[in-house]
């Protein structure tokens, strides 16, 4: 059976202007057959580029990178079968860590799925359980449906959409976002009771607490956040007391406080541990949440937080001393730093300083794995998605695609990625495309052969080194093959004079660190 050319032509042409319309700004992928490449003409020509990649579940975090940084939808574009199954990832990331992304595949048209089994797979099916929403765009409302399915990915709360594109179909029509709601007067007055008059209200806020960091700055109140909500107050603020993952770090903090109020907290954000906090607690949430993490909470599940949060300030009578949070700060910092350890190699957390004294202002981006526990508190976020990492799916191979997505958003301005050996071997051929496009984009290495997070886990009897234990790989020689300038580190002071030798455009460090460390950070951050 031939498929008809004209529906199809139509689909595509519907497809970019519903692109257009939704306030898309660029497309990433690895096109394939079907009605790929014409999709990309056709947005091409309404002024939409498109970013090649080497691999969909990096073109999918490259997608949703850019739009957390632009403030425009995230899209990605694959292929059937293979290409869609590649970057099944890729949404988990997007949906787990709030990022908008709208995934766009091609598929065996319905007209031919009783006689083509090649490739077919139930592709909605596939990307239900990973997605906000999973559909189909056919022959009827294609721009209407590609513009909402847009708009839901951007929620609240962001995450991945799915559209299969299929002119053999009338399609799918995507439900639309969640409303904000109004504020509910009644709850927010029983949480301006529970802390009226607190003396030592700690604040913590999280990924959709982001936009009220602008009123707790000032106020002398300690205020952590969590990974995707640093530098919603500048991190060298008197405010900022650090970084909130429920774990060890911020306890003697927390057990200070008279009264905590969580300001956007997403569950998937705070480690898996118990909540063990005895001070009152009051959530302002834009949407509702769901009470288990927390348990007994106050929550105030309605209204914007620049709304609600003011009432709840003004209630309050703090008697912390103005520098309060940056002393915990600092505090944390002098407990992760003193390892007692004199070793002559290069320490995670002295090749952290080593980078941001090059580059303070520089955005960042860090993988999963033990590097980010040097990273991300020893890094002072000067502002909102100041820092990309991923949280709620924690998945390696995020830094250096989210670099790219970054870097493209903000045309010029310096990327610094972040990376362990482990994550940059997942996405290696990434380099390629920053140096194809010649981005502002430094990598940096955490280079001990190994997936030492899981090592320090490791027990007698769990696998040994053939588990856990790469050989060694030369990481600059590997990027000066792609075409990215490389150097190799072993001490800060090669660090800091590699990256005062790089030019503007892209560049890795292979830093050979010492790894001894990283069970002292790891004791110091989780207990």
């Not at 519903?18 to 009605?35: A, Q, S």
């Not at 958003?409 to 310096?414: D, K, L, S, T, V």
Request: with cysteine.
């Amino acid at each position: 059976m031939s498929v008809d050319v004209e529906p199809v032509a139509a689909a595509i042409t519907g497809v970019a202007e519903g692109l257009l319309h939704g306030g898309v700004r660029r497309i990433f992928g690895m096109p394939g057959g079907g009605p790929n490449l014409a999709l990309l003409g056709a947005a091409g020509e309404l002024g939409i580029p498109f970013t090649l990649c080497h691999g969909e579940t990096a073109a999918c975090i490259a997608a949703g990178a850019f739009g957390l940084v632009s403030g425009a939808p995230g899209v990605a574009l694959v292929t059937r079968g293979p290409g869609l199954a590649n970057a099944v990832n890729g949404l988990a990331q997007a949906t787990l860590d709030r990022a908008p992304l709208l995934l766009l595949a091609d598929c065996v048209p319905a007209a031919e799925r009783d006689r083509v089994a090649h490739q077919r797979l139930d592709q909605v099916g596939v990307t239900a359980p990973v997605t906000r929403w999973s559909g189909t765009a056919g022959r009827v409302g294609t721009a209407a449906t590609v513009a909402a399915a847009v708009a839901l990915a951007a929620g609240p709360p962001a995450g991945a959409v799915h559209l299969d594109v299929d002119a053999a179909t009338l399609g799918d029509t995507p439900p639309p976002p969640a409303a904000p709601p109004g504020i509910d007067p009644t709850a927010l007055a029983a949480a301006v009771d529970l802390v009226r008059g607190a003396r030592r209200p700690v604040v913590i806020v999280g990924v959709e607490g982001v936009a009220a960091g602008p009123l707790l700055t000032g106020t002398g109140i300690p205020v952590l956040t969590t990974y995707q909500a640093a530098g919603a107050v500048p991190g060298e603020a008197a405010e900022c007391a650090g970084l909130f993952t429920n774990a060890a770090t911020e306890r003697p903090l927390l057990e200070a406080a008279d009264v905590i109020v969580g300001v956007g907290i997403d569950p998937i954000e705070p480690g898996p541990a118990a909540w063990r906090h005895a001070a009152p607690t009051v959530l302002l949430a834009p949407l509702p949440t769901d009470p288990a993490y927390v348990g007994a909470a106050t929550r105030v599940d309605t209204g914007p937080r620049t709304e609600t949060l003011p009432a709840l300030l003004a209630a309050l009578d703090p008697a912390w001393a103005p520098d309060a949070g940056a002393r915990h700060r600092a505090d944390t910092l002098t407990a992760l730093d003193e390892d007692g350890l004199e070793r002559p190699g290069l320490r995670p957390v002295d090749l952290v300083r080593a980078v941001h004294a090059w580059a303070p202002d520089a955005r960042l981006t860090v993988d999963a794995g033990a590097h980010m526990l040097a990273a991300m508190p020893f890094w002072p976020v000067p502002r909102p998605h100041g820092v990309l990492i991923s949280n709620g799916l924690a998945t390696m191979g995020y830094a250096l695609p989210a670099a790219i997505g970054a870097a493209l958003a903000r045309p010029g301005e310096r990327v610094v990625c972040l990376t362990g050996d482990g994550g940059l071997g997942m996405v290696l051929a990434e380099l390629e495309t920053i140096a194809r496009l010649d981005l502002p984009v430094t990598v940096v290495v955490f280079d001990d052969a190994a997936l030492t997070l899981i090592e320090l886990k490791q027990s007698a009897g769990q696998g040994g080194a053939g588990a856990v234990r790469y050989r060694e790989v030369d990481f600059a020689a590997v990027a000066r093959g792609m075409g990215v300038p490389a150097a190799v580190a072993g001490t800060p002071a090669e660090v800091t004079a590699a990256l005062r030798a790089s030019g503007p455009g892209p560049f890795l460090l292979d830093a050979r660190i010492d790894p001894a460390s990283y069970r002292h950070l790891i004791r110091v951050t989780r207990g």
